[in-house]
């Protein structure tokens, strides 16, 4: 089913200049795996070599954070739309 992946500015160079895409999955996780698909270097920019989320990178489902939800197995419905959103810090 399509997904709408919406990229913030920091990733848009990895990924043509794209804002977002679509692509197909089930679960956020598959979702993603499409996304890589399409833009192997966000792989590296999003995901440790386990396939985890980095720890300052977030993943938002309809606007709930997927860490409180079922991680990468969070299952999405067609028309969904997946945010990407790193961490920022500073001061």
Known sequence: MPVTVKLPTQLRDAAGG?????????????ALEALYSEHGELRGRIADDSGELRRFVNVYLKGEDI???????????????VTILPAVAGG
């Open 18 to 30: 794209n804002a977002s895409a679509t692509v197909e999955g089930g679960t956020v996780g598959e």
């Open 67 to 81: 860490r409180f939800l079922d991680g990468l197995e969070t299952a999405v419905s067609d028309g969904d739309e």
